[in-house]
């Protein structure tokens, strides 16, 4: 059998895979009955089938063959022009020569990692933060520092302090990656006064701002409103804020189209960049998403897709109050997917997560967000795609766990 280790590049050998990807493998091969809290999808049962399927079958009559043509790198040029109103709508201004459309927002990310990062640049990170994130800028072989994190979002303290420390050990510090709007994994909402502040300091220290805005309309209107999730990029004067979205939680992650808004003198680059993985995303998915919100449908799901995930997150916290109160601690999310929770104190996510899958229920290690090697004292659980029963159940399962847990302690 050939030994192909010697064959792999540098980079190669150095790949990172998404923790949430290694645990949805282990979703897929576990036997019996199991309750997943582990990835962040989407409840299935919202996605517009029958608005999909009219549209579907209104593109593939043959009428026009280039639906099933290759399309432009950058994409489909009247799904980028509505992306303009789109954005608009979030007080985003800018024009179509400053947007791609990638696969998934996570390809926004890869590019600009790709782009803009060299081996060694450092690359500050929420403590902690998106998996996803964290392999992308691995895989360009950056280092990856983290900041500090406080119950409004990130601690603009440690971020200043971090900054001087990297820069006093003759580092290049290239960019801030951050989630703003209900943060993966901890469900975290900034502050629109550290929103101010947050573009102030990047521009005083020269960084870039990489915005991962995937759950900024998911918000939970007891405790939240749009005005709370204004994106950075809105108050972007200086082209600081590259911005990065996707369709993929508010109206299907099958289709894979993301988007990032940046100045147009690197979106050309990114394009560049883009020619050499994929020359075009998928165009009638592309083509597909832009009938969508020319109809007008994802408006029109936005309220459901609140409304249905508040009542699950309502379903997980009484759960827990009822099962874990007295082991788990937990922030309540104001929108989002994820309950973001601490274990008692010494139990650790990787010992929990064996008696779990022991017991049918399956969740994010919290030490897999975390790029210092900390966080095994907390545990991600998802409560976007089960249902409400699940969910009790699952809650119920990850009680018994912990309780066996216990008893192998004592």
């Given amino acids: 059998m050939t030994n192909y280790d010697r064959f792999l590049s540098p980079v190669g050998r150095q790949l990172h895979e998404s923790a949430i990807r290694r645990m949805g493998t282990v979703v897929a091969r576990a036997k019996g009955d199991l309750v997943s809290f582990a990835p962040g999808y989407p409840d299935s049962t919202l996605f517009p089938w029958d608005e999909l399927r009219e549209i579907t079958a209104s593109l593939l009559t043959g009428a026009d063959g280039s639906t099933l043509q290759y399309g432009p790198t950058r994409g489909y040029q009247p799904l980028l022009d509505a992306l303009v109103g789109v954005l608009e709508a979030r007080d985003i201004h800018v024009s ?23 081996p060694g ?76 502040r947050l573009l102030e300091w990047a521009e005083r220290r020269d960084i870039l701002i990489v915005e991962d805005d995937p759950y900024g309309s998911l918000y939970f209107d007891d405790v939240a409103s749009p005005a709370e999730t204004r994106p950075l990029r809105a108050d972007d004067v200086n082209g600081r804020v590259l911005y990065l979205s996707t369709f993929s939680k508010t109206l299907a992650p099958g289709f894979r189209v993301g988007w990032m808004a940046a100045p147009a003198s690197l979106i050309e680059r990114f394009d560049t960049a883009k020619q050499s993985t994929d020359l075009t995303s998928g165009i009638l998915d592309q083509r597909i998403v832009y009938e969508a919100v020319r109809r007008g449908v994802v408006d029109r799901l936005a309220p459901r897709l609140r409304a249905l995930y508040r009542e699950k997150r309502d379903v997980m916290e009484q759960a827990l109050r009822e099962s874990l109160s007295d082991r788990l601690t937990w922030a309540s999310p104001k929108g989002g997917f994820f309950v973001w929770a601490t274990l008692p104190p010494g139990q650790t996510d990787t010992e929990l997560l064996d008696r779990a899958l022991e017991h049918g229920v399956v969740y994010v290690t919290g030490s897999a967000f975390f790029v210092d090697g900390s966080g095994h004292d907390t545990i991600r659980l998802s409560f976007s795609a089960p249902s409400p029963d699940r969910i009790i159940e699952g809650v119920s399962r990850l009680a018994a766990a912990l309780s066996a847990v216990e008893m192998q302690h004592r």
């Fill in 96 to 118: 179509a020569d400053e947007l791609i459309i990638t696969s998934g927002s996570q390809q926004g990310i890869d590019l600009a990692a790709r782009v803009l990062v060299s």
């Fill in 121 to 196: 640049d450092v690359v500050l990170v929420e403590l902690p933060t998106f998996t996803g994130g964290i392999a992308a800028f691995k895989n360009v072989q950056a280092e990856l520092v983290g900041v500090k994190q406080q119950a409004d979002g990130l601690d603009l303290d440690d971020l200043e302090t971090v900054w001087q420390r990297e820069r006093r050990a003759d580092k290049t510090v290239k960019l801030l990656y951050i989630i703003p709007n209900f943060q993966n994994p901890t469900g975290m909402l900034l502050s629109l006064e550290k929103r101010h």
